[in-house]
């Protein structure tokens, strides 16, 4: 029986399936890149039915649903626990995100945002060398234990002892600072449901967003419980302080080396 037939046999139309409905939205043509990855990855299921990439493969699809969706969850949720997540996340070859339970894999950084956020920790290593306070660049995971997720910002900062989770030190929990480079398609979350994540940190002060359009910072401080002060600074000849560590940076050491003018910055990071 040909692999073809094989994958018909297997997986027939399941409206409950993620599997289902990307091989539906996407039948099968030669043209098409999008629709023989989707076949590749089926093959893969039927020829390796045991293999560990099984869970890999439902972890690419689950991330498929959820950015065709913008945000919603897939028709039938695959849980994880939080050990599970952190087991397969030790395993991968790449970065994925843990949401109550869904898990996302990451997108890699195109140039600008890759500049950026060099050019951050650059300026954060010099704004902490003197002060009991640590950066992190986004290698690094944030446990935000109130809603069941593990992120990774782009940029934190952590001042006095740091809190670790789950007893590694990959994990933190007390950043005051936090620092996010977004682009247009995920801005409306790094402002939104992101940062409304973020603000149930008790140690967090200060949230960042830096364009990759144009040269705009926005800085959110905590003043109070209540109240979250909100500045921004536009042009390269601006500087923005980040005031949980007392540091002042030009924008012009921000952007350097971005290419503002790129049709790249209007692309997808995550």
């Given amino acids: 029986m040909t692999t073809d037939r094989r994958i018909k046999r297997i997986c027939p139309f399941n409206p409950r399936s993620p599997l289902s409905h990307l091989t539906r939205e996407y039948p099968f043509n030669p043209r098409n890149p999008l629709s023989c990855l989707t076949r590749l990855i089926l093959k893969s299921v039927v020829i390796f039915p045991a293999s560990p990439k099984t869970v890999i493969i439902r972890i690419f699809i689950q991330s498929y649903i959820h950015r065709r969706k913008m945000g919603e969850p897939a028709e039938q949720k695959t849980c994880f626990t939080r050990e599970e997540y952190l087991a397969l996340e030790d395993r991968a070859n790449y970065k994925s995100e843990f949401y109550d ?95 409304a994540y973020y603000r149930s940190l008790p140690s967090l002060r200060e949230y960042v967003l830096i364009s990759q359009n144009e040269p705009m910072v926005e800085v959110y401080y905590k003043q109070d419980e209540k109240t979250w002060i909100y500045t921004v600074s536009k042009g390269l000849e601006e500087s923005v302080r980040f005031q949980t560590i007392d540091y002042e940076m030009s924008l012009k050491d921000i952007y350097q080396k971005v290419n503002l003018h790129s049709s790249e910055s209007h692309l997808s990071v995550c």
Avoid: Q
Wanted: hydrophobic fraction near 40%; charged fraction near 25%.
């Fill in 101 to 195: 339970g869904e898990i996302f894999a990451l997108a890699g950084g195109i140039r600008n945002h890759s500049v950026i956020c060099l050019n951050l920790n650059w300026g954060i290593r010099n704004g902490v060398a003197d002060k009991d306070c640590v950066g992190f660049d986004s290698n690094m995971k944030l446990d935000i234990a109130e809603h069941n997720l593990f992120v990774y910002p782009d940029a934190m900062v952590v001042c006095g002892e740091i809190g670790f989770s789950e007893n590694r030190t990959d994990i933190v929990t007390n950043p005051v600072l936090i620092i996010e480079v977004i682009s247009p398609s995920t801005e409306k979350f790094d402002r939104g449901d992101k940062f």
